[in-house]
């Protein structure tokens, strides 16, 4: 493997020395990233342009889940479930140090429940074929106690305990970013795209972008161009031409984070029909819980969507109908809401529930190619058929797919324990930083095991620019727990400056920013 490096720098001069590219790909977050990745590995020179940090979207805020979607099956969606499960098996087998086996439990209330989810799962073990990862057994009351102690048990019957995966999904978009770097893509953060650029036949051939940091103007020709924006395809969609149907309905899903403790288990919670009929979970997460559901549309998508107020009392209000000892507003660590790119079939009434989760790829007359919608689990299979329509648009050189074996950056087995497993590979060297400098194995705060060398190693390799890149994507403490990343922002600024060269009104600069998002992840503590 090449160095892990992602060096803005050299990317930008690369931007910038006049070539033709193959590919450029609007957007870094899971799809775009996906699709950087598939293109390298083809051999095709590719570029991505990502105008914030890579996963800064939706593909930071979502429920963590590498999975076939048991929500899907109840809905008969088969297809997207089977797809879904084989693209599960290959992040285990690509992306080890980022996923992992989550067991679950469904709490069952009635015996005709318990057989009907029972079934149900033995169907989703089926589908997932040789990619299948456990199998989902019948618990009894007892044992459904015993494993979820935060439980209550008042009629309760039982339980069904299945399994699926669980993996860190800003720390997967950053090493795809950095294996699209590896197989010779350039991947840039903090640069928008403004512009297609098209040739006399009103054909695209490249985009016209900034770099945010210094308001400098660039212009890249490229053979195909790939609007992969998530929320934000409508807004490419419109600077190709006037005349296109919206393709994204945005739907907004919020989760909370608490104290594991609430649930008092290694297991996940599932609750597959709340009272409203939607699904609440509470995932074990970085030694937190996650507790989310599902999603409300909304009218408008924007990068920092505000937590709904009805959704944090939903959550709450239904977690306490299960649990003995439900958790209250003070209770909550962080908040943070994410925009589903639903690719919205035709009119406006459907409810999020109903409108389909697949992908939607399409090809304008321009030859602008769009993708949208779809799963993190499946970002790969995205990839794979945006890939092989951009040959077709591009009149590339056909190139098969390689990326079913392509070990993404940090692949390494046995796994490692701790918070150290997320790094997989990269683990030695962020050592390799504290034995060349002790003073590194400093711990950013006493609540958290992150030290001092993964601050700096965000910086020199994962292209981290701002603090909010740290706290937020690289080290995940803002969507664990708001108060206490604020607390160690000061410190964080002052290793960031240190190794960007920067000065003290730069540390003051950081820091009042991401003061003032991460009131947003703040619960009000009523
Ligand atoms: C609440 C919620 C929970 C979810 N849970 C799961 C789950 O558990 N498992 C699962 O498999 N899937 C889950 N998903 C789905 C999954 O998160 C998304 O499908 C995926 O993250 C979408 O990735 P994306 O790259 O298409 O969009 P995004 O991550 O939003 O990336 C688009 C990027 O484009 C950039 N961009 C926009 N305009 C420009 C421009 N002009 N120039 C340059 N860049 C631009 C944006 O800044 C953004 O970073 C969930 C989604 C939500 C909302």
Do not use: M, Q, V
């Given at each position: 493997m090449n160095s892990p490096r992602l060096d803005r720098n050299t990317a930008l001069q690369r931007a910038a020395a006049p070539s033709q590219w193959d590919l450029a790909i609007i957007g870094g977050g899971a799809t775009g990233l996906g699709i950087a990745v598939d293109a390298a590995t083809r051999g095709y020179s590719t570029i991505l342009l990502e105008q914030h940090d890579f996963a800064k979207g939706t593909s930071s805020r979502s429920t963590k889940l590498v999975h076939g979607g048991v929500r899907y099956l109840a809905m008969g969606d088969i297809k997207l479930v089977y797809h879904a499960l084989y693209e599960r098996g290959l992040i285990f087998k690509n992306a080890p140090h980022l996923a992992h086996i989550q067991s679950f439990i469904i709490p069952c209330y009635s015996f005709f429940d318990k057989w009907k989810y029972l079934i149900g799962l033995k169907v989703y073990d089926w589908l997932a074929?040789?990619?299948?990862i456990g199998i989902s057994k019948s618990v009894s009351k007892r044992e459904t106690a015993d494993q979820i102690p935060g439980i209550k048990t008042n009629r309760l019957k039982g339980g069904v305990r299945y399994f699926d995966g669980q993996f860190d999904d800003a720390r997967l978009a950053i090493n795809l970013a950095q294996t699209a770097a590896q197989h010779g893509g350039v991947v840039l953060n903090y640069c928008k795209v403004t512009e297609l650029l098209k040739d006399d036949r009103g054909k695209v051939a490249g985009v016209g972008f900034t770099?945010?940091?210094?308001g400098r103007r660039f212009t890249l020709n490229a053979k195909v161009v790939v609007n992969a924006t998530g929320v934000f395809v409508d807004d490419i969609l419109q600077l190709d031409t006037d005349e296109h149907r919206s393709l994204v309905r945005p739907s907004q899903g919020t989760h909370i984070v608490v104290d594991r403790a609430f649930l008092g288990s290694s297991e996940a919670l599932m609750?597959?029909?709340?009272?409203?009929?939607r699904v609440l979970f509470g995932i074990p997460w970085h030694d937190h819980l996650l507790l989310g559901t599902t999603d409300t549309p909304i009218a408008t998508h924007s990068l920092e969507p505000r937590p709904l107020d009805t959704e944090i009392n939903f959550i709450l209000e239904t977690a306490a109908t299960y649990l003995a000892n439900p958790p209250q507003r003070k209770d909550v660590l962080s908040i943070f809401a994410g925009l589903r790119p639903l690719a919205a079939p035709?009119?406006?009434?459907?409810?999020t529930k109903e409108i389909s989760r697949d992908h939607k790829l399409m090809v304008n007359p321009s030859g602008l190619i769009t993708i949208t919608g779809g799963k993190w689990t499946t970002y790969r299979k995205m990839a794979e058929e945006t890939v092989d329509k951009a040959m077709e648009t591009g009149g590339l050189t056909p190139r098969a797919c390689r990326t079913k074996t392509v070990k993404i950056h940090g692949h390494q087995t046995p796994v490692q324990k701790g918070h150290w497993a997320y790094y997989g590979s990269d683990a030695s060297g962020i050592q390799a930083l504290v034995d060349s400098?002790?003073?590194?194995?400093?711990?950013?705060?006493?609540?958290?095991?992150?030290?001092?060398a993964q601050a700096v190693w965000a910086v020199r390799h994962e292209m981290a620019r701002t603090l909010e890149d740290v706290l937020a994507r690289r080290l995940r403490i803002l969507f664990l727990d708001a108060a206490k990343s604020l607390e160690m922002a000061p410190k964080v600024a002052g290793i960031m400056a240190a190794e960007l060269g920067k000065d003290t009104a730069w540390i003051a600069a950081q820091i009042e920013q991401y003061t003032m998002l991460a009131a947003n992840y703040l619960p009000e503590r009523k």
């Open positions: 074929g040789r990619y299948r770099d945010e940091e210094t609750i597959p029909k709340t009272s409203d009929g035709t009119g406006t009434n459907e409810s400098e002790p003073a590194l194995a400093e711990k950013l705060h006493a609540g958290f095991d992150h030290i001092a």
